[in-house]
């Protein structure tokens, strides 16, 4: 059973920054593909990006430039640097993977920017 748990959301001013971190266990995380995904307040959960077992990065257009995912291996981690940051970014962000054919997502973490 894969869990992936996140945490670093929060509160933030227009133009800041914020660190998520999502910590896997229960599969090989070398292996994993992760992504973060966000669920804006009324509208359907989007992709913002992804990062693959070799390392390559995808990203959503509306956060390039800005975000970067990145992971570390060595703690099962995956990290969403969002810099400058607007108040449309507001959204609950989800990590996701994929293991075996089967789906998994964390709990979500409330990201809010203030305008």
């Known amino acids: 059973q894969v869990q992936l748990v996140e945490s670093g959301g929060g509160l933030v001013q227009a133009g800041g920054s914020l660190r998520l971190s999502c910590v896997a266990s229960g599969s090989i995380f070398s292996l994993n593909t992760m992504d973060w995904y966000r669920q804006p307040p009324g509208k359907q959960r989007e992709l913002v990006a992804t990062?693959?077992?070799?390392?390559?990065?995808m990203y959503g257009d509306s956060v390039k430039g800005r975000f970067t995912i990145s992971r570390d291996n060595a703690k099962n981690t995956v990290y969403l640097q969002m810099n400058s940051l607007k108040p449309e970014d507001t959204a609950v962000y989800y990590c996701?993977?994929?293991?075996?054919?089967?789906?998994?997502w964390g709990q979500g973490t409330q990201v809010t920017v203030s305008s």
């Open positions: 990062i693959t077992s070799g390392g390559t990065t």
């Open positions: 996701h993977t994929q293991w075996w054919g089967r789906d998994y």
